[in-house]
């Protein structure tokens, strides 16, 4: 049985196509979101290269933020219990989801069976998102990709203070005006990011084994300072954005069965 | 034949009543009063004085989306956008007085800092700008479980003081005789609208928060009048035949009860109505209606002075929480929601540590969003919906899960 996850972030859309629960036939991630033809050209592409049709799939569940407008699915389900549903296939001994996406951040608290007990959410504010390192990464004329390995080459972090983004942003053009390193200034804006969302992480409080999913994921300084900052192992999912969407189509799968 | 009146109707009509008697009131040359929405009222209902809102008039001028004009205003005159919505809501109305229910301007203010601090500087700028005297009754902060002996003589002092204003603003003696009546009634109010609440207990629960909310506004406003206990009289009996009949508020059942924690999102109400609705997830109870059951013996200035301290924000940890898990047990919660209101820091302050006791006490699934009371900038539609869905899908894994072990549990094999 085929089946298939779509997630629909803000900033990216992500695809997976799952035979009977087991192997991932798919994966495909487009870098735009909710709201433009992503969704619809990740589908496309993801059941394309391995020749299959829309009728070919038994369900396709869909999450994240864009979740309510995929004409294609055939139920929705949050991104955070997707997340703990692709976690649980990955690494079922986690009991701490760290997933920073493109608009927000959550920590997820993971019971047995990758159920969810318990999440906390950013405020409404992009400090501690993929966006506010979109914007940052700008600033410092490189690409988001790029950013831990600058971090990694600091002598004296900088101190971003400001927690808004826009704030933050004239914070840091200031220091680079002042003659701060872009190295330093790239380690300051990772710290800042973990810092905010590690009080998230604190406040749901820490629990062994803890993973970060999302495409910040992808950013090594940002799993090394969260692993100093909470003090405990951070490991990066396997499939780093694309945890969602692989939630999302093993749902689709136990659903159809 | 005609209609029969219910209860519902019976509130808009006293509320109706409530505003357009204030501005009768004024135009006869009466005074009118404005009043924090938690002051003792029995000292005003005693003098036979008329009083106005502003916290309740805030909040109905958000909830028929009139807010964004005066908040836009009264940030244009300096006032920050930090500051709470309500308290720019009004200050802006005194200037312009442009809403679409109007109140009429006070002659003299009561203000009761039980809820908050910002209540004080917010009415001593009223009191200043209309140039008009206001009645203070400063209420300490209670660190411990109960007030303290030397908090409750301070109170009453304050109660003592606040009656020789009123005397002086009025030019009459205050009646004990009948002050002894409003107490009376005042009591009889509060335990008719506790007794409404709490047959909120009953699964299904006949009524939803957001009614709760609306019913909410005659206990503010006249919860020391008679008519206020024909409305809960009316309203008990229409729950109880609800429950009665097992009818639940949503058509297709009740699938999971939570109590909403903090001030309505007013400016969202409908929005959020919906979104619960369309969830299966209905409010059974909240702090905030809650807020206005006050009993004491009528007489006892000791048990007034304790009950108008006794007040949610202005009580302990260990109390709010107790009251919390209180509330899980008695009305069969699944779940709590948490407004995180922008513009009530004084809730917010103890929010995140509320929601660990609790959740560590009851095992009771917790989310919180992001909202304000009276701004509807401070509000995501998007977010809320993901966090309530969130909330649903926790709250029926564990059911499945619970299910899934009885039957194990009773499988004889």
């Known amino acids: 049985m085929i089946t298939a996850g779509v997630d629909i972030g803000s900033t990216s859309s992500k ?19 909710a709201g433009s033809s992503g969704p619809a050209r990740a589908f496309e592409q993801s059941i394309r290269e391995v020749n299959l049709s829309r009728e070919d799939i038994k369900r396709v569940i869909a999450t994240g933020y864009g979740r309510t407008h995929f004409p294609g699915a055939d139920q929705q389900i949050t991104e955070i219990t997707c997340h703990a549903r692709g976690v649980y296939e990955l690494l079922p001994g986690v009991r701490t989801i760290i997933d920073i996406g493109g608009q927000d951040a959550k920590a997820i608290r993971v019971g047995q069976g990758g159920i969810v007990s318990n999440f906390i959410m950013n405020d409404k504010c992009a400090a ?27 002598e004296n972090p900088a101190s971003i203070s400001n927690t808004c983004t826009v704030f933050a942003e004239s914070e840091v053009i200031s220091q680079l005006s002042g003659g701060t390193s872009r190295e330093d200034v790239a380690a300051g804006i990772v710290n800042s990011v973990v810092g905010r969302v590690a009080g998230l992480v604190k406040r749901l409080g820490v629990q062994s084994e803890v993973v970060m999913t999302g495409g910040v994921c992808l950013n090594w300084m940002i799993i090394r300072m969260m692993e100093k900052e909470l003090a405990i192992p951070v490991m990066a999912s396997p499939m780093a954005q694309l945890t969602g969407a692989l939630g999302a189509a093993l749902f689709a799968f136990e659903s159809a069965r | 034949m005609p209609e029969k009146l219910t209860s519902r109707n019976l509130l808009n009509q006293l509320q109706t009543r409530h505003y357009t008697n204030a501005y009768t009131a004024k135009m006869k040359g009466q005074l009118v009063g404005w009043a924090t929405s938690i002051f003792p009222q029995e000292f005003c209902e005693t003098m ?48 312009s007085q442009a809403a679409e229910v109007p109140i009429p301007l006070p002659d003299f203010i009561l203000c009761c800092n039980n809820i908050c601090n910002t209540l004080i500087k917010w009415y001593e700028n009223i009191a200043t700008e209309l140039n008009i005297p206001m009645i203070l009754i400063d209420v300490p902060f209670n660190h411990g479980y109960e007030p303290t002996p030397a908090a409750i003589d301070y109170i009453k002092s304050e109660f003592e003081e606040c009656i020789r204003q009123l005397e002086t603003i009025t030019g009459r003696q205050f009646n004990f ?39 909410m506004s005659q206990m503010v406003c006249a919860r020391g009048r008679k008519e206020t206990g024909e409305l809960f009289k009316l309203l008990i009996e229409e729950l109880e035949e609800k429950i009665s009949l097992g009818k639940s ?37 909240s702090s905030y209606p809650e807020a206005w059951v006050l009993l004491y013996e009528p007489g006892n200035m000791d048990e007034l002075a304790r009950v108008y301290s006794m007040i949610g924000n202005n009580t302990c940890m260990e109390y709010q929480a107790d009251r919390r898990e209180g509330e899980v047990r008695n009305f069969k919660l699944d779940g709590i929601l948490f407004h995180v209101n922008r513009s009530c820091k004084v809730m917010a302050f103890m929010q995140y540590e509320q929601q660990r006791l609790v959740a560590a006490r009851t095992g009771v699934s917790i989310m919180n969003f992001d909202g304000d009371q009276a701004d509807p900038r401070n509000f995501a539609a998007a977010q809320f919906e993901t966090r309530l869905e969130a909330l649903m899908e926790i709250v029926s894994q564990n059911k499945s899960a619970k299910k899934s072990k009885e039957v194990m549990n009773n499988d004889p094999a």
């Not at chain 1, 993929?130 to 831990?148: K, P, Q």
């Not at chain 2, 297709?252 to 309505?264: H, L, S």
Request: charged share 25%.
């Open chain 1, 128 to 154: 501690g998102t993929g966006r506010f390192l979109e914007v940052m990464s700008r600033i410092l004329e490189i690409n988001i990709e790029d950013l831990a390995d600058l971090a990694a080459l600091a």
């Open chain 2, 177 to 215: 005789e009948r002050f002894q009546e409003v107490m009376k009634l005042s009591n009889e109010n509060s335990r008719a609208w506790k007794r409404a609440l709490d047959l909120n207990q009953a699964v299904p629960a006949p009524l939803n928060g957001f009614e709760l909310f609306n019913y």
């Open chain 1, 15 to 33: 695809v997976v196509v799952l035979e009977d629960g087991k192997k991932i036939l798919s994966k495909v991630i487009i870098p735009v979101g």
């Open chain 2, 48 to 95: 036979d004085l008329t009083v106005v809102y502003p916290e309740n008039h805030a909040a109905a001028v958000a909830a028929k989306r009139g807010a964004l004009p005066l908040l836009e205003q009264a940030e244009s005159e300096g006032y920050s956008v930090d500051l709470c919505s309500y308290a720019r809501i009004n200050l802006a109305y005194m200037k």
């Open chain 2, 249 to 285: 508020c949503y058509e297709d059942g009740e699938k999971c009860r939570v109590m909403w924690d903090g001030i309505a999102c007013w400016p969202h109400i409908k929005h959020n109505y919906k979104a619960l609705a369309k969830s299966g997830i209905n409010i059974v109870c």
